[in-house]
């Protein structure tokens, strides 16, 4: 008793401490006793200061020491958090370990994400999605719920498939009645022709339509030949909406016909009218001469057995028999004076022996004669050569 009246106990050495922390029973310990405070962590080096505080407080006749964790954790180097977790037979972890490199979160599966200072890494098997500041790499993934975004010349907002889509529409009506009337514009300027060459009339002009879906055009074109070697054309479209010409020059290159013997049709045609006029003349001269009449020997130009004619038609027959002139044979018409010829011109062409007198004979004839080359081959040889006569 104090001496104020109060009571009080004596405790002995036995009496010791009670130490109770927030699991487990209260554990008594006898004075000089020693009671142990640990926390996991052996090496000094690897404690912080200033981040857990004790916060005392009195319960009755006891005393509370709390234990508490700082707010604003300070001096740390890493911290790793762990959950595992029961799934059937099977334990499932997730980790966070954040240290001075950056935050490292792995889930169940082993896929990661890895936050650093250079950018973001998400790992998911073989497939890495990264953004880091030379951009973002999206692992071949597709990027989901992109808004709208602007479409101008300043723009640098990302664009989603409907904006594209949409523009592809609106490009497409727009180029659709372009490209339509283009093409039918084209169709008709192709089937503008220029016709064979006529040195009577080089004037040509050409009118076509051409059609492309529910569009369509008419072309007009011109074409002068000023020679069976060069053109010159113009053409162009009307009624279309996308009116369109041309305008071109054509000529021949390369050695070409040296003779400028024409290989037109119309200059064929005309060759061959002549032919038939001369064909009718010598025919009349045949009529003429069976009747009694005396006839022009240039106007019929038959070679007959006549008296005056009788050493050279001998000495054709000779040569005709000796294979000289192999032509001779063709055919059972009475041949022309120009057709023998064109015989003793193709064999003194091809170095064969003509006595001087039959030709001295047909002297008239062979002035009028030549060999036109029709081509030639690429190292200038003739490849189509023929004999022809002059005009009377």
Known sequence: VDPNGTKHQLATMDDGLKFKGDIGDAAPIKLNNQVNIVGGETVAANLS??????????????????????????????????????????????????????????????????????????TAGE??????????????????????????????????????????REAAAATDGKVGAAAAGSAALAALHPLDFDSDAKWNVAASYGTYGPYQAYALGAYYRPSESAMISVGGTIGSGADAMNVGLSFKVGKGNLNHIST?????????????????????????????????????????DTPENHAAYQAVQALAAKGVLPAYAQGNKVKTRYEIATMLYAAVQQGKAIDGTLLRTFAPELERVHVAVISRKENGEAAITRVRVGKL
Request: net charge neutral.
């Open 264 to 304: 037109s049709r119309v200059a064929m045609a005309k060759e061959i009218q002549d032919l038939r006029a001369e064909v009718e003349a010598l025919r009349q001269a045949v009529i003429s001469l069976h009747e009694g009449h005396d006839v022009s020997p240039l106007a019929s130009a038959l070679f007959l």
């Open 49 to 122: 200061d200033g981040n857990i505080g004790v916060d005392t407080t009195k319960e009755g006749n006891n005393a509370k020491l709390t234990v508490k964790l700082a707010k604003n954790l300070k001096n740390l180097s890493s911290a790793t958090f762990t959950k595992t977790v029961k799934n059937g037979d099977k334990e499932e972890t997730t980790s966070t370990v954040i240290n001075d490199s950056g935050t490292t979160v792995t889930d169940k599966d082993g896929n990661k994400t890895v936050t650093t200072a250079a950018g973001i890494t998400i």
């Open 127 to 168: 497939k890495v999605v990264s953004l880091t500041k030379e951009g973002l790499h999206n692992g071949d993934h597709k990027i989901l719920g992109v808004a709208d975004g602007r479409i101008d010349a300043q723009s640098r907002e990302a664009v989603n498939g409907g904006q594209v889509y949409r523009m592809m």
